[in-house]
């Protein structure tokens, strides 16, 4: 269905750091099976008002709180760092949140079973700069990525990233140039950031000691 050639084993973040708490373990054992989602299938029949997917959540505070703010939307995070999923299992059990799912695996997977225009918005924040000339090709944006995610959003759908990187800064912006009929592009940074009801911050925001810039892309144009 998609166009994306996802091949397994081509993820090179931290599968897990610390070990999990013997409350976070329970977590993994009871609420986990319940949020869980294997594929694009479990979800799709589902009564909500919007499909919202980050990438790479994180601890999940900011899906966690978006989720919280929009109980007819469903949000579904998307990552394998298992201390993270452990933080998130928290949050949705904390917050009582019905409309978050879990997909535990990486982004393209999920994509790729995504049919055309199904999608409302998608996240990527703070993704693992991966500075180096030699590892540009880990960079979650590329060309290729780009255009799965054009294909998933519905129109007027949109695409948010963050950096605090200046180098994948620049790369966000000569990635999408060639894209520039399919997304309107608009930048804010740190001192002009949406406000947080609206885009809260994530752990990695807060952390940033540099300057941040925020990339809102819309959908403008069909496949
Ligand atoms: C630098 S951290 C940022 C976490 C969070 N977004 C934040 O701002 O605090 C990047 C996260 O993306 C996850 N990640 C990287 N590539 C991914 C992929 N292809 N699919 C799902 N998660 C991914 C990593 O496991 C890591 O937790």
Redesign the pocket.
């Known amino acids: 269905m998609g166009k994306l050639n996802y091949k397994g084993g081509n ?1 090179y ?2 599968l897990k750091s610390r070990s999990l708490t013997q409350k976070q373990s329970e977590l993994f054992e009871t609420l986990l099976p319940n949020v869980s989602i294997k594929s694009f299938d479990d979800i799709r029949l589902l009564d909500y008002k919007g499909i919202f997917i980050e ?5 999940g505070e ?1 899906l966690a709180q978006l989720a919280s703010l929009d109980a007819d939307k469903l949000f579904v995070g ?4 298992i201390n ?1 999923i452990a933080s998130l299992l928290t949050r949705i059990e904390q917050m009582n949140l019905s409309n978050l799912k879990v997909f535990q695996n ?3 997977k999920l994509f790729h079973e995504i049919p055309d225009e199904s999608i409302d918005g998608v996240f990527l ?4 700069p991966w500075p180096k000339r030699k590892h540009i090709k880990r960079r ?1 944006i590329q060309n290729d990525t780009i255009q799965e995610i054009h294909r998933i959003l519905k129109e007027g759908g949109f695409f948010k990233i963050a950096t605090d990187d200046i180098g994948y800064f620049q790369w966000i912006q000569k990635s999408f140039t060639s894209f520039d009929t399919k997304f309107s592009m608009e930048v804010l940074n740190s001192e002009s950031r949406p406000p947080e009801f609206i885009w809260p911050q ?4 807060q952390k940033a000691t540099k300057s941040c810039n925020f990339f809102l892309f819309i959908k403008k144009s069909p496949l």
């Open positions: 993820f973040g931290r990438i790479g959540f994180g601890s900011h998307c990552e394998l760092f993270g990486d982004a393209r924040l703070f993704p693992d979650f994530t752990r990695y925001e």
